[in-house]
Each structure stands twice: as C-alpha cells, then as structure tokens.
C-alpha cells in the first residue's frame, strides 16, 4: 500500500501497544509488521463507509500498473506465502490467515488489519513474507504495495495439514467463496452485485478495500472479519461471522449506502458456472458428460413453494426474475453428485452448493437469474441475486442480513420429491418420424411421496406453458428398482424461437408430491 504509517520497531512502542489492549500473541507475530494502531468498531465502519458515499469515488492507486501486467498467470502462481508468517499461526485463533499476492488479474490492493480490545493495526506488506522466483517481477514492485486477499487456513490443531488447506478464500473485487462440507471449492459470492447485465450499462464491482480481522478466543470454530466496500456507485460496511463446521455457514451482516441511482441493485449475489448436463449437450462439444458448478436454482418462496429452476447456456443474456416477498431462501445448488456424470479429476461432483437464508424481513421484490452463453468453463456465466422491487437512489441506507451455507445440499430440505435430471430429445414417437419443431422433455422426480403412493397409483402432472401446445404424456415409473423413483415425459410443439416458460409437478388427487419444476426452453427452430 502507498503512504502507510511506520510500522512501530522499538521496545518502548511495544509496550504501550500492549498498555492499549494487544496481547503479546498479536505483537509478537513471527515477522509480520504492524502498523500504529487506531480505534476501531462496525459502528464506525458504517459510519465511515456513509460518509464515503457523500464524497466522489476516488479509485484505490495500483501500485506499478506496469510491473503487475508482467505477474500474469503463471508467475502469480509462483508466488507463495510463507505459512510460517501466517497471523495467528502460534494462535490464538485456531485458523491462521494467509496472503495473495497482487498481480495482473488482481490490482487493486487492499489493507488488511488485526481487530483486539477495540484497536486495529494493519499488517503492513513486506515481499519477504512470500517465496518468489528470483526473476519474478515481483522484486520490481515498490515498498508497501498490498495484498490481493487472503484466506482462512485449516485448524492448527486438526487431522488436515493446515498450511496445505484452506476452507474460506476472499480475492478480487469483493467476491469469496468456501469448500463446503465435500471440501472442494467451486461457485463464488461478492458482497454486491451493480448493474448486472444492464442493457447500456457497464456492470460495476466495488471492492471490498479494507478488511479487518478480530482477534477470537482460542480453540474458537468462528472466526469473524468486517470489510469496507468502495465502488463508483455505492459504498458498504460488512461484518462475516463464519463457522468452520461440516458445512461453511456465514452469517452477514451489510450495510450499503448508495452514492447514485442504481438500476439492478443485486443482494447476496451468487456467481456460478453452468456449461452444459445430461440435459442438452451438442455433439462432440467436449469428451466429459457434463460441465457444471451448479445445476439449478432452487427457490423456497415466502408463500412456501418449492421450485427448481435448471440452469441454462443460453443463445443470448437471458434475466429471469422470480417475484417474491420475503422469501425463505434460494441457491445455486449442485444436486448432481455422481462422479460417472463428469469423469473429471477436478470433481465437479464435489462442488458446494450455497443457500442463502435470509434474516429479518426483505420486503418486497425478486430472485433474479442471470445466464450467460459461454463455450468453456472457465467462464462463470451464472448470476443469482436477491433485487429489491422499490427504486435504489443515491442517498439511500440499505441493510440486508442473510447466513450463507456451503453445504453439500440445501440445509432445510423438502419434504416433497424432489426434480433429479431433467433431459431434452427430439419429440414424437419412437420408430416414427420425428417431427420438425417438436421436442421432448423428461423429468425425473425422487422422495418419499413417490415411495408411499399405493400400489397401481400413478401420479398426474400438472403442466403449463407461456405458449405452444403438450402431447404424448406419459408418467411411469424408472425402471431401476429406485423406490420413489419415477419420470414424466411430453412433447412441447412450438412456432418461433421466443423462450418458452413452463411449470410442472406432480400430484394425487389433491395432494401435491413434489417441487415444482421450472423450465425456459429456447426453441431452436
């Protein structure tokens, strides 16, 4: 970072440190240096971060544009932090904090600070806290430049080797994510999302500038950080409160207080990837069956429906909202848990699903999903967003509070049978013909209400469609002796090529058996 106060060397200035409240673990952090300290609460960052959104943005400086091109992927990855200078790697937090490096995809740095007895001090950068190559460009950078992010290693004192895994990661812009409880990274969150596909409008992506970490009890499974948030449009003051258990759970606290008009506000937004399923894959596109961080969008409405919405790769940007008041939940979930599905070493099978439960009352206003046409899977294409229904103007006070799971699957699940797959092929019947602008779709649906139904008791789908007409359907039971396994399959004729919204579930008489399916088709024809 560029104009940081000196850090304090001498002994005298350790022992007034100490006098205001910093334990001799904080001080006596194996070679990390420490700023002077200052008084430091989350009133205050509210505080600050409102006044902030009263005066201009002023961009945080990269240090040495010039120098952090150079660093680019492969050199970034070179560039190691000592684990041995990790905070509170002696304690007396059970997890100790490491640091990314600046580089060419991360340039704006930020300051990163220790929170005890009401003081903070930032941890001023030092290129000797990192292993580098003795030509990485690195050298070139001045003093003081920052850090890219961090992340929480595992437990000093648990069965993983802590200074080779870690649970919780924060880097770039405001964006982090966690391993969930199959301890494998996959889908994002940021602490806001502005202007997300936006027609005339850039997306924006504050940062998340100042992070501050408070110093736990020992032998504490919590930890807790608050960060700053700064952006041209708004400015933000965060607390996370984050649990390390067999499930990631994050409880979040923002506060935002906007500096312009904004026209799609998202809260707890959600990034993923979806490339293609079981459900529509072209011909030879890739040798994996499927590609995928999340399969689906499942909602929890405030009136108490269930739905799963499955993800798309669109012909174009596509936005769907789901309008709601005070939902009980939505995530990016992968349900797909079959390692056969992908083939791939890097476990798409094991990737996290993330909920968000909202806390205290939302209000009004929509679950918003955003697909992106992508043609590989380094690019996250997926956008899912909680979007107020009332206009965000300059001069507002907003505050949200969620927890977050990174679990396996969704924390309160349904007790309806749930969709599994859902699959596309050309329609009419098998041995015929096939004609054109008719397509199949097969449903599959799995839970206890289709293992009681009596014996020679078929369910009834109860299907709609914005537009186009349904044919041979057909509800019958998979044939792989998987109690309450079972599929719904029907033909959709449709003219043009407009999305196609449609809705399905299943019922016996009067009672419904499970989550409602959604689906936008895109007619090809």
């Known amino acids: 970072m560029i104009n940081r106060r000196r850090f304090l060397q001498t002994a005298t200035a350790t022992a007034a440190l100490a006098a205001q409240g910093f334990s001799g673990q904080v001080l006596a952090q194996q070679g990390l240096k420490m700023a002077a300290p200052a008084p430091f609460s989350f009133e205050e960052l509210k505080r600050r971060a409102q006044t902030m959104s009263r005066m201009p943005y002023v961009a945080p400086p990269s240090p040495s544009p010039e120098i952090l091109q150079q660093i680019d992927y492969d050199a970034h990855g070179k560039i190691r932090f000592k684990t041995d200078l990790a905070l509170w790697a002696n304690g007396p937090s059970e997890f100790p904090v490491t640091f990314f490096h600046l580089g060419r995809f991360f340039q704006k740095p930020v300051r990163m600070h220790v929170v005890e007895g009401g003081q903070a001090r930032e941890i001023v950068y030092d290129p000797d806290y990192f292993d580098m190559p003795a030509n990485s460009p690195a050298h070139g950078l001045p003093a003081n430049s920052g850090f890219a992010g961090f992340r929480f290693q595992e437990a000093r004192n648990g069965k993983l080797d802590w200074k080779k895994n870690d649970w919780v990661a924060f880097l770039g812009a405001s964006y982090f994510r966690a391993i969930g409880e199959l301890s494998q990274y996959g889908l994002s969150a940021r602490g806001l999302a502005v202007d997300v596909a936006v027609f005339g409008k850039n997306e924006e992506f504050p940062d998340f500038t100042h992070v501050y970490f408070e110093t736990p009890q020992a032998g504490s499974d919590t930890v807790t950080i608050y960060a700053l948030l700064d952006g041209p449009s708004v400015a933000g003051a965060y607390r996370f409160v984050m649990q390390r258990a067999a499930a990631i759970v994050m409880d979040i606290d923002s506060n935002v207080f906007m500096r312009q008009d904004v026209s799609?506000?998202?809260?707890?937004?959600?990034?993923?990837?979806?490339?293609?399923?079981?459900?529509?894959?072209?011909?030879?596109?890739?040798?994996?069956?499927?590609?995928?961080?999340?399969?689906?969008?499942?909602?929890?409405?405030?009136?108490?429906?269930?739905?799963?919405?499955?993800?798309?790769?669109?012909?174009?940007?596509?936005?769907?909202?789901?309008?709601?008041?005070?939902?009980?939940?939505?995530?990016?979930?992968?349900?797909?848990?079959?390692?056969?599905?992908?083939?791939?070493?890097?476990?798409?099978?094991?990737?996290?699903?993330?909920?968000?439960?909202?806390?205290?009352?939302?209000?009004?206003?929509?679950?918003?999903?955003?697909?992106?046409?992508?043609?590989?899977?380094?690019?996250?294409?997926?956008?899912?967003?909680?979007?107020?229904?009332?206009?965000?103007?300059?001069?507002?006070?907003?505050?949200?509070?969620?927890?977050?799971?990174?679990?396996?699957?969704?924390?309160?699940?349904?007790?309806?049978?749930?969709?599994?797959?859902?699959?596309?092929?050309?329609?009419?019947?098998?041995?015929?013909?096939?004609?054109?602008?008719?397509?199949?779709?097969?449903?599959?649906?799995?839970?206890?209400?289709?293992?009681?139904?009596?014996?020679?008791?078929?369910?009834?789908?109860?299907?709609?469609?914005?537009?186009?007409?349904?044919?041979?359907?057909?509800?019958?039971?998979?044939?792989?002796?998987?109690?309450?396994?079972?599929?719904?399959?029907?033909?959709?004729?449709?003219?043009?090529?407009?999305?196609?919204?449609?809705?399905?579930y299943l019922r016996n008489e009067n009672e419904v058996l499970s989550e409602t399916w959604l689906y936008q088709y895109h007619p090809p024809f």
């Not at 209000?363 to 899912?384: F, K, M, W, Y």
């Open 264 to 504: 799609r506000l998202g809260i707890a937004p959600l990034t993923s990837m979806y490339w293609y399923s079981e459900k529509a894959k072209a011909t030879a596109v890739d040798w994996r069956p499927e590609i995928h961080d999340s399969d689906g969008l499942a909602l929890w409405t405030g009136s108490g429906e269930r739905i799963w919405r499955p993800l798309n790769n669109p012909p174009r940007i596509i936005t769907s909202a789901f309008t709601d008041e005070n939902p009980k939940g939505f995530g990016l979930l992968q349900r797909d848990r079959n390692f056969d599905h992908y083939l791939d070493g890097v476990y798409y099978d094991r990737r996290p699903s993330l909920w968000i439960e909202p806390q205290g009352t939302w209000g009004r206003g929509s679950i918003q999903l955003v697909e992106i046409p992508t043609d590989d899977e380094i690019h996250d294409n997926i956008v899912a967003m909680w979007v107020p229904a009332d206009p965000v103007r300059a001069g507002q006070a907003l505050e949200f509070r969620y927890r977050m799971h990174w679990s396996a699957e969704e924390p309160y699940p349904t007790p309806l049978a749930r969709i599994v797959a859902t699959r596309l092929g050309n329609g009419g019947q098998a041995g015929t013909s096939r004609p054109r602008g008719v397509r199949k779709f097969m449903i599959e649906f799995l839970g206890p209400p289709l293992t009681k139904l009596p014996s020679g008791v078929i369910p009834k789908p109860v299907l709609t469609a914005t537009r186009g007409e349904f044919s041979n359907v057909l509800t019958e039971a998979v044939p792989d002796n998987v109690p309450g396994h079972w599929r719904t399959q029907f033909d959709l004729t449709v003219n043009g090529t407009d999305p196609v919204e449609m809705r399905c």
